[in-house]
Each structure stands twice: as structure tokens, then as C-alpha cells.
């Protein structure tokens, strides 16, 4: 009986320490054998020489973000994707587009304190990544998505006391959560919605007469 290749792992992460360290907690295993790209337009041309059975990804990142890649992936080649990022904190935007992009599983790295964190979380580390080998991912349809540049928090629009008012349909919920907007209506009350909208607008601020 011939003897189970070893579990080849792809890490991309931007991060030196970060891919060194993953790389010396997962080859600890024996059966491990470990790859690394800075970005992910390295890791496609890494996964062209050898495919990964995992791979461990960062989501902020140069020349394309994390999401940007796992979608790309899943709708190519879907491979199981461990998502170590500081932006994985659970019920973050960011995580929840991960796992909706066929992540098998998230670790929140720190912001601080990354080296410390990965020593002391190395068994979790290597258990996850061994679990994650098992998982069957299925192929996603590519959409566009906004590309991520800062976390939600810190793109958040400031709005003005003075501001008009706006109305969106489509995604309700989120813009709520993102105080993109002041009210929602349904589709039957959206043209009399605006029509007011536009009213108030006009009266706050009358035209000028031309001589």
C-alpha cells in the first residue's frame, strides 16, 4: 500500500514573519510540506507548479485583496481556503464575505502581537489546516464585488446634519447597517417617495431668478 502523499499547504500572506512563522508551525507535522507568496498574483503562479491541498490566506493584501483571490479561486479551481486575517474577526463584513466565498474556516490574526499569537495558537493552526484538507468545496459563480480596500468601519461615509435624505431598494438591511441611508420603502411607494424627495429638496433650495 503506497504511503499518503504529504499535505502541501499555500500560504499568502504579505507578511515575512507571518509567512515564516506558518511555515515552521506547519512543517512541524512531518507529513506537511509548505509554499509561500506575498500576494496572490505570486500564488496563482505558484499553484501552476504544484496545487495545494489548502491554502492559508491573508485578506489584506497588494495587487489583490484576499476576497478578490478566493473568489477568482472558487470559480476556477475550488480548493479549501483557511482565512487568517486581522479583518476576520466573526461578524465582520469581511467575514462573512469569506465564508459566503467558500472559506472552510477563519482565524482572526491581531493587529498587534501576530508573531506571539501564531506560537501560542500553533496546535489550533495546524488542527485547522488539517481539517480544512478534508472539507469538499464546491465551485462558486464569480461575482463582481466591490474591491476591499479598509475595513468597513473606516470607509463608513460621515454624513451632514444638512445632508438630503436618500432612499435605496435592492439591499435594505445592509445599507441600514451601514448608515448609507434614512429609510426604506417598498417598490409600490418608491416613485411617490422620490417625487417628495425632490420636492423638499427644491424647496430648501429655490432656484434663482434669471433677469
Do not use: Y
Not at 506575498?38 to 497588494?62: G, N, S, T, W, Y
Request: net charge neutral.
Amino acid at each position: 500500500m503506497n504511503p499518503e502523499p504529504p499535505l502541501h499547504v499555500l500560504v499568502v500572506d504579505d507578511s515575512a514573519v507571518v509567512r515564516q512563522m506558518l511555515t515552521a508551525i506547519l512543517i512541524r507535522e512531518g507529513a506537511v510540506t509548505v509554499s509561500v507568496a506575498a500576494h496572490p498574483l505570486i500564488a496563482f503562479e505558484k499553484m501552476k507548479q504544484a496545487r495545494p491541498h489548502v491554502i492559508v490566506l491573508d485578506l489584506e493584501m497588494p495587487e489583490m485583496d484576499g476576497l478578490s483571490f478566493l473568489e477568482q479561486l472558487m470559480a476556477k479551481d475550488p480548493i479549501p481556503v483557511v482565512v487568517c486575517s486581522g479583518w476576520a474577526a466573526r461578524g465582520t463584513e469581511a467575514a462573512l464575505r469569506a465564508m459566503e466565498g467558500g472559506a472552510v474556516a477563519l482565524i482572526e490574526k491581531p493587529q498587534l502581537g501576530v508573531k506571539g499569537f501564531l506560537h501560542d495558537s500553533a496546535v489550533m493552526l495546524r488542527d485547522t489546516v488539517t481539517a480544512a484538507a478534508r472539507a469538499r468545496v464546491r465551485p462558486r459563480t464569480a461575482r463582481r464585488a466591490p474591491r476591499m480596500g479598509k475595513p468597513v468601519d473606516a470607509v463608513r461615509p460621515q454624513r451632514k446634519k444638512d445632508e438630503a435624505s436618500c432612499v435605496v431598494f435592492g439591499m435594505p438591511k445592509e445599507a441600514i447597517a451601514l448608515e448609507a441611508v434614512d429609510e426604506v420603502v417598498g417598490l409600490d411607494e418608491m416613485a411617490q417617495v422620490m417625487l417628495g424627495k425632490v420636492g423638499e429638496a427644491s424647496a430648501g433650495h429655490p432656484r434663482e431668478q434669471r433677469p
